[in-house]
């Protein structure tokens, strides 16, 4: 360093002063000389102490700046003449094991007897090795012995050589110039236009110095940023990115344009780099499915890392001629596939997916994956995709068969489409429209779904022996056979494949030496007596065949692009089928043989849907009784004893269950036709009938019930007007009603029981008929839960819509109840003469005509043939 005119010899604080001492201990530091880096820092913490008086400070940072001013090149100086620097090492006794001592513990020391012809000369040799053995006897077993205080000489000028070997070396740090051997021009363009610009310029205008290092060097540099952007002599990072630094070039070219040739690697540390902030960013995501695709993406990227480890051993040999231009055109093929890669990771993967739910970055990583296998340009690019999807589909696999094998829906990120809530399977709110998108994702919201709730339903009835364990997961059967169908269509031989869970899949961080084992347990092969001592311990190590990676296999097998279209979600339902479309069909044949569904069904049909007119006397027998003035006949218990009496022969394990419950106000009630709504029947279905048969279609049933009710109420009172009661031998009627009322009331008594025989018709004969038959059908057909939910639930929801239109509808407040109001009106103007006026007779005939219209539409419908 020299002083210049504007340098200052005066400081306010230390700060400065400390932080340029620092700065020359790192540097010291870097080149290897750590104890010099330390005596600096020391003799600063002794020279600048604290709470000086300002003037000896002053002084002192002065000293201090100007010695700073003065050095040159310190690190030469330690190269070239170590002795000047020896006081800086620190002289320690240390302890060295003796070996021998150690290894001849414990052993028997002896000495062979004296041979009896042997010389005078040789019998004085057992006293001298006695006393040996003595000697060594008496020794310690582990002997420490004090080594004499000595200094360490370092071979200087052979470790810089070994230095200058390698790209840790003073260019790192500072503008050098490596000059080429040769005198050729076209080796040294670079240096001569730099020499060039200096004597043009005449020091009018300030260049900046130029670096100028090998290719070997620059080579090196380039395959090191792949494992992390680092700065470096051709590199610096500014800010987050990182861009070759100007005037540094190789001797054959101009600094300008070894900038722009540079440019051109940066694209391929760069995509290095983002997929390893991915990998990071995943650490704190607990996406599975992210994690699963990571291993997909892994499969390919540490294959080219793989072939960077050896094109840098290829290099570093030096015995093939490698330049940049053979390094960019072999990068230029290495890395296509992590280009391409790369493009569709930014499509899938959702940005700041950190924000967004595991299971909205689940659906569209896959959703997106399915959808671009179909719409891929080229080969490559569709088989990285499938890698990825099958790869990615690994998590969604993994829990759909710990669920249906284990019943254990460990979701803990929430990102699968079924939820357990207790003990219920549902699926997630929000998936409507990714199941459009991916057909697989369809199916397990269908499909998939009915089969578990298949199998927990079979557990809960303690029924386990539902398949056979097999030997592969579904996720490796899966994409097994999905290779297999892809070597079908080329007419190729299926691979070797044995498919690896992505998490039981070793990866490759970075490259340790300290990974390669204790280094205490090798052998040197050189030494003769050792191999042999170790020879029975030795062991051929075979070679283990390098496993294809997944998108390895598909590349073999694939020439073109396939065209998918419904075969991955046709090998998924296929292999879902054969492992547990058996668990339907067997919680179908158990719910009948064991808990007598289908006999549940005809006993409904019987007592809600009046099928066979099985409880006519029931209903006869109640009707009789209201008729009668001031009877008992709100009498639960008779009720339902008289009901149960009627059905036990036929449903000896349902009757007990069935009973009639009749509202408090019976009492006060003398409207048979109001009495006709405070009578229900209340029957409670029981486990596990009563997850297809639910509380909601009991109540339909019921409102069922009370309609069909009505109107055999209606028919039974029309019927009971007996023209006996009117004739014109009834004196007292005779001579209240004139005889046109007479004909005018059985006019409307012969009406009254048309319409409501239609009625009758209309729901025994096509409503009950037409939806019972289909359901007869789809419960025959029906092979698991969902269908045998499905199957009744169409049919009481289709029959109770039917009933339930005849109920309410109508016009200007006319329909089926008027007309039961009209049935009311004529029994009583036929049992009290005195209520048959005309005007009653017109308003009764009024009120039948508007209802019989909106009834008769109905029940008797038009249709266009």
């Given at each position: 360093?020299?002083?210049?005119?504007?340098?200052?010899?005066?400081?306010?604080?230390?700060?400065?002063?400390?932080?340029?001492?620092?700065?020359?201990?790192?540097?010291?530091?870097?080149?290897?000389?750590?104890?010099?880096?330390?005596?600096?820092?020391?003799?600063?913490?002794?020279?600048?102490?604290?709470?000086?008086?300002?003037?000896?400070?002053?002084?002192?940072?002065?000293?201090?700046?100007?010695?700073?001013?003065?050095?040159?090149?310190?690190?030469?100086?330690?190269?070239?003449?170590?002795?000047?620097?020896?006081?800086?090492?620190?002289?320690?006794?240390?302890?060295?094991?003796?070996?021998?001592?150690?290894?001849?513990?414990?052993?028997?020391?002896?000495?062979?007897?004296?041979?009896?012809?042997?010389?005078?000369?040789?019998?004085?040799?057992?006293?001298?090795?006695?006393?040996?053995?003595?000697?060594?006897?008496?020794?310690?077993?582990?002997?420490?012995?004090?080594?004499?205080?000595?200094?360490?000489?370092?071979?200087?000028?052979?470790?810089?050589?070994?230095?200058?070997?390698?790209?840790?070396?003073?260019?790192?740090?500072?503008?050098?110039?490596?000059?080429?051997?040769?005198?050729?021009?076209?080796?040294?363009?670079?240096?001569?236009?730099?020499?060039?610009?200096?004597?043009?310029?005449?020091?009018?205008?300030?260049?900046?110095?130029?670096?100028?290092?090998?290719?070997?060097?620059?080579?090196?540099?380039?395959?090191?940023?792949?494992?992390?952007?680092?700065?470096?002599?051709?590199?610096?990072?500014?800010?987050?990115?990182?861009?070759?630094?100007?005037?540094?070039?190789?001797?054959?070219?101009?600094?300008?344009?070894?900038?722009?040739?540079?440019?051109?690697?940066?694209?391929?540390?760069?995509?290095?780099?983002?997929?390893?902030?991915?990998?990071?960013?995943?650490?704190?995501?607990?996406?599975?499915?992210y994690k699963s695709y990571s291993c997909g993406v892994k499969?390919?990227?540490?294959?080219?890392?793989?072939?960077?480890?050896?094109?840098?051993?290829?290099?570093?040999?030096?015995?093939?001629?490698?330049?940049?231009?053979?390094?960019?055109?072999?990068?230029?093929?290495?890395?296509k596939p992590v280009f391409v890669l790369k493009a569709i990771?930014?499509?899938?993967?959702?940005?700041?997916?950190?924000?967004?739910?595991?299971?909205?970055?689940?659906?569209?990583?896959?959703?997106?994956?399915?959808?671009?296998?179909?719409?891929?340009?080229?080969?490559?690019?569709?088989?990285?995709?499938?890698?990825?999807?099958?790869?990615?589909?690994?998590?969604?696999?993994?829990?759909?068969?710990?669920?249906?094998?284990?019943?254990?829906?460990?979701?803990?990120?929430?990102?699968?489409?079924?939820?357990?809530?207790?003990?219920?399977?549902?699926?997630?709110?929000?998936?409507?429209?990714?199941?459009?998108?991916?057909?697989?994702?369809?199916?397990?919201?269908?499909?998939?779904?009915?089969?578990?709730?298949?199998?927990?339903?079979?557990?809960?009835?303690?029924?386990?022996?539902?398949?056979?364990?097999?030997?592969?997961?579904?996720?490796?059967?899966?994409?097994?056979?999905?290779?297999?169908?892809?070597?079908?269509?080329?007419?190729?031989?299926?691979?070797?494949?044995?498919?690896?869970?992505?998490?039981?899949?070793?990866?490759?961080?970075?490259?340790?030496?300290?990974?390669?084992?204790?280094?205490?347990?090798?052998?040197?092969?050189?030494?003769?007596?050792?191999?042999?001592?170790?020879?029975?311990?030795?062991?051929?190590?075979?070679?283990?065949?390098?496993?294809?990676?997944?998108?390895?296999?598909?590349?073999?097998?694939?020439?073109?692009?396939?065209?998918?279209?419904?075969?991955?979600?046709?090998?998924?339902?296929?292999?879902?089928?054969?492992?547990?479309?058996?668990?339907?069909?067997?919680?179908?044949?158990?719910?009948?043989?064991?808990?007598?569904?289908?006999?549940?069904?005809?006993?409904?049909?019987?007592?809600?849907?009046?099928?066979?007119?099985?409880?006519?006397?029931?209903?006869?027998?109640?009707?009789?009784?209201?008729?009668?003035?001031?009877?008992?006949?709100?009498?639960?218990?008779?009720?339902?004893?008289?009901?149960?009496?009627?059905?036990?022969?036929?449903?000896?394990?349902?009757?007990?269950?069935?009973?009639?419950?009749?509202?408090?106000?019976?009492?006060?009630?003398?409207?048979?036709?109001?009495?006709?709504?405070?009578?229900?029947?209340?029957?409670?279905?029981?486990?596990?009938?009563?997850?297809?048969?639910?509380?909601?279609?009991?109540?339909?049933?019921?409102?069922?019930?009370?309609?069909?009710?009505?109107?055999?109420?209606?028919?039974?009172?029309?019927?009971?007007?007996?023209?006996?009661?009117?004739?014109?031998?009834?004196?007292?009627?005779?001579?209240?009603?004139?005889?046109?009322?007479?004909?005018?009331?059985?006019?409307?008594?012969?009406?009254?029981?048309?319409?409501?025989?239609?009625?009758?018709?209309?729901?025994?004969?096509?409503?009950?008929?037409?939806?019972?038959?289909?359901?007869?059908?789809?419960?025959?057909?029906?092979?698991?839960?969902?269908?045998?939910?499905?199957?009744?639930?169409?049919?009481?929801?289709?029959?109770?819509?039917?009933?339930?239109?005849?109920?309410?509808?109508?016009?200007?407040?006319?329909?089926?109840?008027?007309?039961?109001?009209?049935?009311?009106?004529?029994?009583?103007?036929?049992?009290?003469?005195?209520?048959?006026?005309?005007?009653?007779?017109?308003?009764?005939?009024?009120?039948?005509?508007?209802?019989?219209?909106?009834?008769?539409?109905?029940?008797?419908?038009?249709?266009?043939?």
């Amino acid at each position: 360093m020299t002083l210049e005119k504007s340098d200052s010899m005066y400081f306010l604080n230390t700060k400065d002063i400390k932080n340029a001492i620092w700065s020359m201990a790192e540097k010291f530091a870097f080149h290897g000389f750590f104890k010099h880096a330390d005596y600096l820092k020391t003799l600063h913490e002794k020279y600048i102490i604290p709470n000086l008086p300002e003037s000896d400070l002053n002084s002192r940072l002065n000293v201090v700046k100007f010695l700073l001013c003065m050095s040159q090149s310190p690190t030469t100086h330690f190269w070239e003449s170590p002795e000047k620097f020896q006081f800086i090492y620190n002289t320690q006794e240390s302890e060295v094991l003796d070996w021998g001592a150690y290894l001849t513990e414990d052993i028997d020391r002896w000495s062979p007897l004296p041979d009896e012809n042997s010389d005078s000369e040789d019998e004085t040799t057992p006293s001298h090795q006695e006393e040996a053995t003595t000697s060594v006897k008496s020794a310690p077993s582990r002997a420490i012995i004090p080594m004499a205080q000595h200094i360490k000489e370092y071979n200087f000028q052979e470790s810089r050589k070994k230095l200058l070997n390698t790209i840790q070396t003073d260019w790192w740090s500072k503008p050098v110039i490596m000059e080429p051997p040769s005198d050729w021009f076209d080796a040294n363009v670079g240096l001569l236009w730099h020499q060039h610009l200096l004597t043009e310029a005449r020091g009018l205008v300030t260049l900046d110095p130029l670096t100028v290092i090998s290719e070997y060097k620059v080579m090196r540099e380039i395959l090191w940023q792949m494992w992390g952007p680092h700065n470096s002599v051709v590199f610096q990072l500014s800010g987050n990115k990182l861009v070759p630094k100007p005037n540094v070039t190789i001797s054959s070219i101009r600094a300008s344009c070894f900038y722009n040739f540079m440019e051109a690697f940066i694209p391929y540390i760069q995509v290095l780099d983002d997929f390893r902030q991915f990998y990071r960013k995943l650490e704190t995501n607990g996406s599975e499915t992210y994690k699963s695709y990571s291993c997909g993406v892994k499969n390919i990227v540490w294959r080219v890392f793989e072939e960077l480890v050896l094109l840098e051993s290829e290099i570093a040999a030096q015995e093939t001629t490698m330049t940049l231009i053979k390094l960019s055109q072999r990068f230029e093929i290495m890395f296509k596939p992590v280009f391409v890669l790369k493009a569709i990771h930014n499509e899938v993967i959702i940005d700041n997916f950190g924000d967004k739910t595991p299971l909205e970055c689940a659906l569209v990583l896959l959703t997106r994956l399915r959808t671009g296998l179909e719409f891929s340009v080229n080969k490559l690019e569709q088989d990285i995709r499938l890698s990825l999807y099958l790869e990615s589909i690994y998590y969604y696999l993994l829990l759909t068969e710990a669920w249906l094998v284990k019943n254990d829906l460990f979701d803990h990120t929430n990102e699968f489409i079924v939820l357990n809530e207790n003990s219920t399977f549902v699926l997630r709110a929000g998936i409507e429209e990714y199941c459009d998108q991916d057909s697989i994702i369809k199916i397990i919201s269908n499909e998939v779904l009915n089969m578990g709730r298949n199998m927990h339903l079979l557990r809960l009835l303690r029924k386990y022996d539902v398949f056979t364990k097999k030997s592969e997961t579904i996720h490796q059967e899966y994409t097994r056979r999905l290779l297999e169908e892809l070597c079908s269509y080329y007419s190729c031989e299926p691979p070797s494949i044995r498919v690896e869970s992505p998490q039981s899949r070793p990866v490759v961080t970075s490259f340790d030496l300290n990974g390669m084992g204790d280094w205490t347990n090798f052998v040197d092969t050189t030494d003769g007596f050792l191999m042999e001592a170790f020879s029975d311990f030795f062991y051929e190590k075979e070679e283990i065949p390098k496993e294809d990676t997944l998108y390895e296999k598909i590349s073999k097998i694939t020439t073109n692009l396939f065209p998918f279209r419904s075969h991955p979600e046709k090998i998924f339902l296929e292999i879902m089928k054969e492992r547990f479309n058996i668990s339907g069909l067997m919680v179908k044949n158990l719910l009948i043989e064991k808990y007598n569904l289908d006999k549940q069904f005809d006993f409904l049909n019987h007592i809600f849907l009046f099928n066979d007119d099985l409880i006519f006397p029931f209903y006869r027998r109640l009707f009789e009784k209201m008729n009668l003035r001031h009877s008992n006949w709100g009498n639960s218990v008779y009720l339902t004893s008289h009901l149960q009496d009627s059905i036990m022969d036929l449903y000896p394990n349902f009757y007990e269950d069935c009973i009639v419950q009749i509202k408090d106000t019976w009492k006060q009630c003398r409207d048979s036709l109001k009495a006709c709504s405070l009578l229900t029947l209340h029957y409670e279905i029981k486990w596990p009938l009563n997850i297809i048969i639910t509380n909601e279609q009991i109540i339909m049933y019921k409102e069922i019930f009370e309609v069909v009710l009505q109107v055999k109420w209606a028919l039974y009172t029309a019927n009971h007007l007996f023209f006996t009661d009117i004739e014109p031998k009834n004196k007292s009627f005779k001579a209240v009603a004139p005889k046109s009322t007479i004909e005018r009331l059985k006019y409307l008594r012969f009406n009254l029981i048309n319409i409501l025989n239609s009625i009758q018709h209309y729901l025994f004969g096509f409503v009950f008929t037409k939806h019972r038959i289909q359901f007869e059908l789809d419960f025959e057909k029906s092979n698991d839960l969902k269908s045998l939910i499905t199957s009744h639930e169409e049919f009481i929801k289709s029959v109770y819509c039917s009933v339930k239109r005849i109920r309410e509808e109508s016009r200007n407040n006319h329909g089926f109840n008027t007309l039961l109001k009209c049935v009311r009106m004529l029994k009583v103007m036929w049992n009290q003469p005195d209520h048959a006026t005309g005007e009653n007779l017109n308003n009764c005939h009024k009120i039948f005509k508007s209802s019989f219209e909106v009834v008769n539409e109905t029940v008797t419908p038009i249709f266009d043939l």
